[in-house]
């Protein structure tokens, strides 16, 4: 079982930056990968970053590619998502997940453990 508290959220002029946090507890959370999903009103939740278990592999959708950095430090049970360059786009509630793999993975059903999420507005 893992448990999931997003924070780091807020309002941010397009342009800026944010660092977003999830804080795990749960025994399993350093042998889980860990995921950053993002849904905007009226659209389906997507993904947006994901790390391995150890850190040392990492995913990114397209669309943040390059702006977005997703790191986890294992000894705090916590993962973090720095975004740079944002964009009016980039506005949405922000999920953090844990998966039962090791793997990063763009699949939200692949991940069993989901936070509350953290809003993100960008204005322009």
């Known amino acids: 079982q893992v448990q999931l508290v997003e924070s780091g959220g807020g309002v941010v002029q397009a342009g800026g930056s944010l660092r977003l946090s999830c804080a795990a507890s749960g025994r399993t959370f350093s042998t889980s990968a860990m995921g950053w999903f993002r849904q905007a009103p009226g659209k389906e939740r997507e993904f947006a970053a994901a790390v391995s278990w150890s850190g040392r592999s990492t995913s990114y959708a397209d669309s943040v590619t390059g702006r977005f950095t997703i790191s986890r430090d294992n000894a705090k049970n916590t993962v973090y998502l720095q975004m740079n360059s944002l964009k009016p786009e980039d506005a949405a509630v922000y999920y953090c997940?844990?998966?039962?793999?090791?793997?990063?993975?763009?699949?939200?059903?692949?991940?069993?453990?989901w936070g509350q999420g953290t809003q993100v507005t960008v204005s322009s």
């Open positions: 997940a844990a998966r039962n793999g090791p793997s990063p993975s763009s699949t939200i059903s692949e991940y069993t453990y």
